[in-house]
C-alpha cells in the first residue's frame, strides 16, 4: 500500500488545480492525482472548440451565479472567495494572459487549449505531485484514520481524499456506497433536432437576437440562434437546454419550440408588416429582406406564409401578411431528439448539494472527504462558466485540505 496525504481522484481541470494550490499552501503535504485514462485533461483540450475557455468576464457574483442552473444559490458564497478576478490572475501568476471576446468568453491569448494543459503540466512537475494515469479505481473504504483507495494498478491510503471526476457513473457509485445522494444525471447543454422545410439546406444562418420558449412550459430564453444541418444550435438554444435539463429529459426531447425571430409582438410587426406593403409596394416580397434577419431565412419565411417568389408586396393579401407575421414572431418548430454541442458535453447531476459545505467543498457526511467540478450537482451554460466553477471549489477546497 502507497501512502500520501492527500489522493485526488480525477486528472481533469478540477483535480489538477487543487493539487498544484494544496502544494502552494502547504509544499510539505505529498499529493498524488489518480486519472483511469492515459493521460489527463481530455476535456480541456476540447473546450472551446481547442482554444479552452477558461472564464467568462463576469465579476460580479450576484450576476456570475445566474449562469448556473443547478448551484446557483449555493456558488454565491464561494464566489465571493474565489472569482474570476482571482481565475485572470492566477494563471498570469504562470505566465498565461486571457484575453476577452466580445461575448464575454475568455480564452488564452495563444487561441489554444494546449497552452493550459503545458501550464497545469509545467507546475505540478515543479511542485513534484505525482500523477499516475491508467489507474482506475475500484473502491474506495474510510478507515478509522484514513481513506483506502484501491484501483486497477494497486491500493493506496492517505489522510485526505478530494474527489474531481466530473460525470462518472462510476465514481457517483460508489460514493453512493457512502451514503451520498446522488441526482440522477441527465445531459445539459445540447442542441435541438428539427426537420422543417422552413430551416431545410439554411446550415450557418444566424439570426442575433431571438426568443425561444418550450410550449406547455415556464422555459423561455433569448439571444443568437444558429441554424444547423441537424436543427438548432447557439446560446438561445444552449440555455434552454441546460435551463430545462431535467423537464426536457422527462419528455424524452421531444417538444414544440415557439420562436420570436424579431423580438415584436404579432400585432407590432403587422403594423410594420402594412407599412412595408405600402413602401415597397412593387418590389418581391422574399427578395426584400426585413428586420435585420438573413435573406436566405427570410425566404423561407415568405415562402412558409404563402407568399411565392414572384408576389410582390402590394398584392400580399391579408390573411398572407399575418400568416407572415406569425412566422416572423410565433413560429412553431417541432423537436425530435439532440445532439452534442460540439465535442463538449455537460451533464446535470452528481453529488446531491445538501450533502456538501459550500463553505470548505467537504462532505457533511464524512469528514477529509471533499468534491471539485461536475462530480457535484452544479453545472451550467455554455461561456466558461462551468470552468469557474470548478476552479472556484479546488481552490476553495485546497486551501482547507492544506491548513
Not at 101 to 108: K, N, Q, S
Not at 164 to 169: M, R, V
Not at 213 to 228: A, F, Q
Not at 373 to 383: K, L, R, S, W
Request: net charge neutral; proline share 3%; glycine share 8%.
Amino acid at each position: 500500500m502507497t501512502n500520501y496525504d492527500i489522493i485526488i481522484i480525477g486528472g481533469g481541470a478540477a483535480g489538477f488545480f487543487v493539487a498544484i494550490n494544496i502544494a502552494e499552501f502547504n509544499p510539505n503535504l505529498r499529493v498524488c492525482i489518480l486519472e483511469r485514462g492515459k493521460e489527463g485533461l481530455q476535456k480541456v483540450k476540447v473546450s472551446g472548440g481547442g482554444r479552452c475557455n477558461v472564464t467568462h468576464a463576469e465579476f460580479m457574483p450576484s450576476e456570475l451565479v445566474l449562469n448556473y442552473p443547478r448551484g446557483e444559490k449555493e456558488l454565491l458564497g464561494p464566489f465571493h472567495q474565489f472569482m474570476t478576478g482571482d481565475t485572470i490572475e492566477w494563471f498570469q501568476k504562470r505566465g498565461v494572459e486571457l484575453k476577452i471576446e466580445e461575448d464575454g468568453r475568455m480564452f488564452p491569448i495563444t487561441d489554444s487549449s494546449q497552452t493550459i494543459i503545458d501550464c497545469f503540466l509545467n507546475e505540478v512537475k515543479a511542485h513534484q505531485i505525482e500523477v499516475l494515469y491508467n489507474h482506475s479505481v475500484k473502491s474506495i473504504l474510510k478507515e478509522k484514520t484514513h481513506w483506502k483507495i484501491e484501483t486497477s494498478q494497486g491500493v493506496f491510503s492517505s489522510q485526505k481524499l478530494l474527489v474531481a471526476t466530473g460525470s462518472n457513473i462510476k465514481i457517483w457509485k460508489l460514493l453512493e456506497g457512502l451514503g451520498h445522494t446522488i441526482s440522477n444525471p441527465v445531459p445539459s447543454l445540447f442542441t435541438f433536432n428539427i426537420k422543417d422545410e422552413r430551416i431545410k439546406d439554411i446550415p450557418g444562418v444566424v439570426v442575433q437576437d431571438v426568443e425561444v420558449k418550450v410550449l406547455e412550459t415556464d422555459l423561455v430564453s433569448e439571444g443568437p440562434l444558429l441554424i444547423t444541418h441537424v436543427g438548432m444550435s447557439a446560446p438561445a438554444i444552449l440555455k434552454l437546454s441546460a435551463f430545462g435539463a431535467l423537464e426536457l429529459a422527462k419528455r424524452h426531447y421531444k417538444f414544440d419550440i415557439e420562436i420570436n425571430f424579431i423580438r415584436q409582438s404579432f400585432n407590432d410587426c403587422l403594423d410594420n408588416l402594412k407599412t412595408l406593403k405600402h413602401d415597397l409596394a412593387r418590389k418581391s416580397a422574399s427578395k426584400s429582406a426585413q428586420f435585420d434577419l438573413p435573406k436566405r431565412l427570410w425566404k423561407k419565411l415568405v415562402t412558409a406564409s404563402g407568399v411565392n417568389e414572384e408576389i410582390r408586396w402590394a398584392d400580399i393579401n391579408k390573411n398572407q401578411l399575418e400568416s407572415l407575421a406569425n412566422q416572423l414572431t410565433k413560429a412553431v418548430f417541432k423537436v425530435n431528439g439532440k445532439s452534442t454541442f460540439k465535442e463538449e458535453f455537460v451533464t446535470a447531476g452528481g453529488i446531491d448539494l445538501k450533502d456538501i459545505n459550500f463553505k470548505t467543498f467537504e462532505s457533511k457526511l464524512h469528514n477529509n472527504l471533499y468534491f471539485a467540478g461536475e462530480v457535484i450537482n452544479v453545472d451550467a451554460v455554455t461561456g466558461g462558466f462551468n470552468f469557474q466553477n470548478a476552479w472556484t471549489g479546488a481552490y476553495i477546497a485546497a486551501k482547507h485540505i492544506s491548513q
